[in-house]
């Protein structure tokens, strides 16, 4: 059964945002991932300040695996393991279970159909925006667009087999703070078409040419002041993309029924209080990439 035109839900749809470096907590983020990850397989990393002092130290892990603990913070580039680094600017003044998560992508496996390729691992799918991985076919076809909300890339050409890479390329689930919630959303797909016109043609013919997607939500409530400075952040460039859950038909109002799941970036807040009514916020926001449908489950 499809999807229904009048919306069934508890909350219409949810804002996350891309925490800064996976950092998680509410001390000093003053951390860095390195680049270099060498590992032979994809792997995710934390790391957990496990004590305050002169220095403060950490534990760290791999793919939820046994930790390391009691590592002190030197200030320089400090190496996990497989070549995947993290560097302190301070070795004091972080609190106590802060956390910071990175997710690596070495190799990936997909699976292919036709001048597509998926990844296999459907908790990798939700890939990084700001450091896209790279799709690569062994039959040399080139990648076109990818979807970053369903691990997915368009080739120009049916694929062989595909991998894929890419340092902090996917995002840990941790990785992600919800920070308010949209009512009434909407967006709108449109395909940019030219008109050819030829003398003595009665009929315009057209040619397509790239899509985009532009929504809005009418009012909306913040569940998390942070989002305030997330749309600053965005307006300047320093961090551009939040992920959004846009639900349209969830009947048991769980958050687990029909939704689209996409990265977008905001163009606009606009604020209006006339007398007697209740404030009223419109969110103006571009869709980023191929969005992704979940089925009510």
Known sequence: MGSPTTPTHGKLAAIYRLRPNGFKGDGLNDAGWGTGYSGASSAYFEVVIDAEGTPDTF?????????????????????????????????????????WIIGNLKDEACSESGAEAQITAEAKWILNPTTPPTFEDTGSKNMLIISYTE???????????VTVTGNDGYIVEASLEKVGYLINWDYSPAVDM????????????????QAGIP?????????CDTLFEDLKDCADTTKEFFLLEL?????????????????ATFQGLNIAAPLNEVIKERLEFTVQGIPSFKANA
């Open 215 to 223: 929504g809005s939500a009418e009012k909306y409530y913040i569940g």
């Open 247 to 263: 639900f349209n038909y969830d009947p048991d109002q769980d958050q687990t029924g029909d939704h689209w799941l996409v990265w």
């Open 151 to 161: 691990g997915k890339a368009v080739f120009d050409g049916n694929v062989t087999v």
């Open 194 to 209: 030219a008109t050819l016109e030829y003398m003595g043609q009665h009929w315009k013919s057209h040619l397509s040419g």
């Open 59 to 99: 534990k760290w892990r791999k793919d939820g695996g046994e930790w390391t603990t009691e590592v002190a913070i030197t200030g320089a580039a400090q190496t996990l393991s497989d070549g995947q680094t993290i560097t302190f600017a301070a070795t004091t003044g972080h609190t106590l279970n802060d956390q």
